[in-house]
């Protein structure tokens, strides 16, 4: 008798939902997630946002309240199997890498949070980014930013990209991470519309286009500049952490099989990213890629 004939119908049904995910985002991570580069005739920037001031801004240490961050990070550690993830100590390579992508991509109007509360700062910058237009910024982009002040991420972390500030928020010490963050202000950086192609993130399945665009960019970008190890690790986080983004788009459709279609996901995507990762040699030249 197999296991499967041991389990009750319910058990069973969640058991396939699971399965389905992770099926799914295996069949769609080659394509969806190809490494490819971001592209443009040239980027779209607001010149109000540059004041002078440093582009990558470090919190200060505040060992309780980073400590207390490290602990609420706990369920992301586990989701990514990566226990630097949502750890508030963000090593100076991370930083470097970063810095280096924005240079690079002569993005110079962003602003990089590594671990800093600076909600003043922020609101001042919603209200310059003059390449977002008004109606988005005082209605979605203060909502965001909102939340940004009222739920900080030095406490609750989540890395992330606030397009409406044009404000990069690390929380992880994971190279790959901080790359795909900095991917999507690239992204936002070429679009007329910036405040539009915000705001339809909040549509069913529209953020899974926005994220396949970052990643994708990223991974290129690890392809040519990274050390193997960060290649590698670049696979084994981005690719469960795209899959969060397609378990959560199937569970909004399917809210009954919301657990076990994300939790498939995920797993369809560690799966996916650890195979490809696995192919990456631990000496590269460069003229390999």
């Known amino acids: 008798m197999g296991a499967m004939d041991t389990m009750s119908p319910l058990s069973k049904r969640l058991v396939s939902a699971c399965l389905l995910a992770s099926a799914l985002v295996l069949l769609s991570g080659c394509q969806a997630l190809k490494p490819r580069s ?4 040239r980027w779209l920037l607001s010149e109000e946002l540059r004041d002078g001031s440093q582009q990558v801004q470090r919190g200060e240490k505040r060992p309780i309240i980073d400590g207390v961050g490290w602990v609420l990070g706990i369920p992301s550690k586990i989701i990514l199997w990566n226990r630097r993830i949502d750890n508030h100590n963000i090593s100076l390579r991370t930083e470097e890498v970063v810095n280096d992508y924005l240079v690079a991509n ?5 602003r990089v949070r590594i671990n800093q509360y600076a909600p003043g700062d922020d609101w001042r910058r919603l209200v310059r980014n003059k390449r977002v237009a008004a109606p988005w910024r005082y209605t979605f982009g203060a909502v965001t930013t909102l939340y940004e002040t009222v739920l900080p991420g030095r406490l609750i972390g989540g890395d992330h990209y606030n397009p409406y500030t044009d404000t ?5 010490d994971v190279p790959a991470i901080g790359l795909h963050e900095a991917a999507h202000a690239k992204d936002f950086a070429r679009r007329q519309y910036k405040g539009t192609y915000a705001a339809a993130y909040v549509l069913p399945f529209v953020p899974l286009v926005h994220e396949s665009i970052a990643t994708g ?3 290129a ?3 040519m500049n990274a050390t193997p190890a960060e290649h590698r690790e670049a696979y084994n986080v981005l690719y469960p952490a795209y899959g969060t983004y397609v378990g959560s ?5 399917v809210p009954r099989w919301a657990n076990p ?17 696995a192919q990456i040699p631990d000496t590269v030249t460069r003229s390999e890629f």
């Open 38 to 41: 971001i592209t443009a005739n």
């Open 106 to 110: 002569a993005l110079d109007t962003t």
């Open 168 to 172: 990069i928020h690390l929380y992880s």
């Open 217 to 219: 960019d990223a991974l």
């Open 221 to 223: 970008y690890s392809e």
């Open 249 to 253: 788009a199937l569970g909004s459709g």
């Open 261 to 277: 279609l994300y939790y498939g996901s995920v797993i369809g995507g560690h799966i996916w990213g650890r195979s490809l990762s």
